[in-house]
């Protein structure tokens, strides 16, 4: 089986039966294959984030079904949801946040670290990741000497080093002029031409979506529709 993610029919009310209910998701099923890109567009408000919390499994839907690798992750009790979090799935934020007083390689391997990667390993993949984004001569840098482009580039490298299975973003682009937005466009699709992985990345930018010819799911007010092909 190559699909990596499905929803089945996942719905989500926020403060459900309360004067406060919202219904953020509803009924959305959808399936990202291994190796696939697909955009995510909508309207703010849509449920995109909503959407991203249940893909990465920092939430859980309050109807139907998120299965990764075929495993229901609604019955997954919360500790082995989150080894499977931590396993699968990479985040990349529209805002990258870094501890400044590490270096971005630290901030990078920080993570691998915690969750017990041996270290020579660790620094292995990390400087395999430097060279071949040509981050090389930065990696030493800290973060407040360094560009927002280049922030985002490492942040992604950060989501790498885990190999995930998933990789979400949540408008990586957003904050960063064509040239940089290129550079982190073109980091991702590096990434997704050496691994297996699934990448759902979010967007408000029709064109960037549709000049792409990539599937696009397309959210307004918690609906799901799907369009264009897989890759
Ligand atoms: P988007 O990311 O597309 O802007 P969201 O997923 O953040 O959309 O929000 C979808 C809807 O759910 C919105 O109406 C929002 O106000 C509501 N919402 C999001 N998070 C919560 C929450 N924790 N509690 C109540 N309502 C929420």
Same mark, same amino acid.
Do not use: C, W
């Given at each position: ?6 929803f089945? &029919? !996942? ?6 039966? #309360? ?12 399936? =990202? %294959? ?8 909508g ?8 959407? $991203?919390?249940?893909? &990465?499994? +920092? @939430?859980?839907? #309050?109807?139907?079904?998120? +299965?990764?690798?075929?495993?229901? %992750? ?10 499977? /979090?931590?396993?699968?799935? &990479? ?17 990078? *391997?920080?993570? !691998? =670290?915690?969750?017990?990667? !041996? ?8 400087? =395999? ?8 001569l /930065? ?9 927002? &482009?280049? +922030?985002? /580039? ?5 989501? =790498? *080093?885990?190999?995930?299975?998933? $990789?979400?973003c949540?408008?990586? %682009? ?8 290129s550079?982190? *466009? ?7 031409? /050496?691994? @297996?992985?699934? $990448? ?10 549709? !000049? ?6 397309h ?13």
């Open positions: 089986m190559s699909d990596i993610l499905v089945e &029919g !996942a719905g989500k009310i926020y403060s459900p039966g #309360t004067e406060l209910e919202v219904r953020a998701l509803k009924d959305v099923s959808f399936a =990202l %294959t291994k190796g696939s890109f697909t955009y995510l567009l309207p703010s408000g849509s449920g995109k984030t909503t959407l $991203l919390n249940l893909a &990465g499994l +920092l @939430d859980s839907p #309050t109807s139907g079904k998120v +299965l990764i690798s075929g495993r229901d %992750t609604s019955v997954m009790p919360e500790k082995e949801k989150s080894r499977l /979090r931590n396993a699968s799935v &990479g985040f990349v934020f529209q805002q990258p946040t870094f501890l400044p007083e590490f270096t971005a390689a630290e901030n990078v *391997m920080f993570p !691998a =670290l915690i969750s017990g990667a !041996a270290k020579s390993a660790v620094y292995e993949k990390a400087k =395999l990741l430097f060279d071949m984004m040509g981050l090389s /930065r990696a030493e840098h800290y973060p407040s000497q360094l560009s927002g &482009g280049e +922030l985002q /580039r490492f942040a992604i490298l950060r989501a =790498l *080093m885990n190999d995930p299975e998933i $990789l979400l949540d408008e990586p %682009t957003g904050q960063l002029d064509e040239e940089n937005a550079l982190v *466009m073109s980091e991702l699709m590096k990434f997704l031409e /050496r691994s @297996d992985a699934a $990448l759902l990345f979010v967007t408000h930018n029709r064109d960037l979506a549709a !000049a792409s010819k990539r599937r696009v799911l959210l307004r007010n918690g609906l799901l529709t799907v369009a264009g092909n897989d890759i």
